[in-house]
């Protein structure tokens, strides 16, 4: 069986950063895109950041110059560096792993920023 385990996630103030470790675990083949993606109360889940086994990374506009995803591939971990968290990043942050045919969701963490 496939699990995404996440971490990392919390209380945070204004401008301050964390950064959320997922790390998947079971038999994934052929992993093409691993990622995060977020949903706040009364919001539909939107896309954060994903990142390509070659590299490419995809930002929302919201968040880039501000969030990093990065993967370690040997090690099927995916992470993702918030920095400079405003209010309305508060959200559950649900990592993501996909392959050509199938996707996996992490249980989710909470990032809640506030003063």
């Known amino acids: 069986q496939v699990q995404l385990v996440e971490s990392g996630g919390g209380l945070v103030q204004p401008g301050g950063s964390l950064r959320l470790s997922c790390a998947a675990s079971?038999?994934?083949?052929?992993?093409?895109?691993m990622g995060w993606y977020r949903q706040a109360p009364g919001k539909q889940r939107e896309l954060v950041a994903t990142?390509?086994?070659?590299?490419?990374?995809n930002y929302a506009d919201s968040v880039k110059g501000r969030f990093t995803v990065s993967r370690d591939n040997a090690k099927n971990t995916v992470y993702l560096q918030m920095n400079s968290l405003k209010p309305e990043d508060t959200a559950v942050y649900y990592c993501?792993?996909?392959?050509?045919?199938?996707?996996?969701w992490g249980q989710g963490t909470q990032v809640t920023v506030s003063s």
């Open positions: 993501n792993v996909r392959t050509l045919s199938i996707a996996y």
């Open positions: 079971g038999s994934i083949f052929s992993i093409y895109t």
């Open positions: 990142a390509t086994n070659g590299g490419r990374t």
